[in-house]
């Protein structure tokens, strides 16, 4: 596996973090892309600093979102939001190095938050567009 940064999609998670998750601190959350996966259905994977390891090397909690390059890359731009709104709401709201489950996180839960994204985003632009016009 190779593994880098992803400026692109740490930037789109920023905003969709801001937006419907003002309790998760992005500067502890590191969007990478890795390539040359061996695993079939995966799209992307929220990795945890745990407790005994913050412990043991004195630092906060910090997640890493991985999005596999060969399965992510080939979605449509909505899908992506998706799929980084899905591993953003994999974080609890502790920010503890915990993760919240897929009774939580689920197909009907991420498209609300994506409807909710999607109106928030609306909203913006139309007072930006106000604004513009004055």
């Known amino acids: 596996m190779k593994y880098e940064f992803a400026p692109d999609i740490q930037a789109i998670a920023e905003e969709v973090s801001k937006s419907l998750f003002p309790y998760i601190k992005m500067g502890y959350v590191r969007c990478l892309r890795s390539y040359g996966t061996s695993s079939r259905r995966t799209i992307a994977r929220c990795h945890a600093l745990g407790k005994l390891m913050q412990k043991a090397m004195n630092t906060k909690a910090f997640y890493a979102l991985e999005f ?3 399965r992510f890359d080939k ?7 998706k799929v980084i709104i899905h591993e953003l709401m994999h974080i609890p709201k502790s920010f503890g190095g915990g993760f919240k489950h897929h009774d939580f ?3 009907r839960n991420i ?3 994506y409807k909710e994204y999607k109106k928030i985003k609306e909203e913006k632009n139309n007072e930006n567009q106000r604004f513009s016009s004055i």
Do not use: D, G, T
């Open 68 to 70: 596999l390059s060969e």
């Open 75 to 81: 979605f449509s731009k909505e899908e992506q939001i």
């Open 105 to 107: 996180v689920c197909e």
């Open 111 to 113: 498209n609300k938050c």
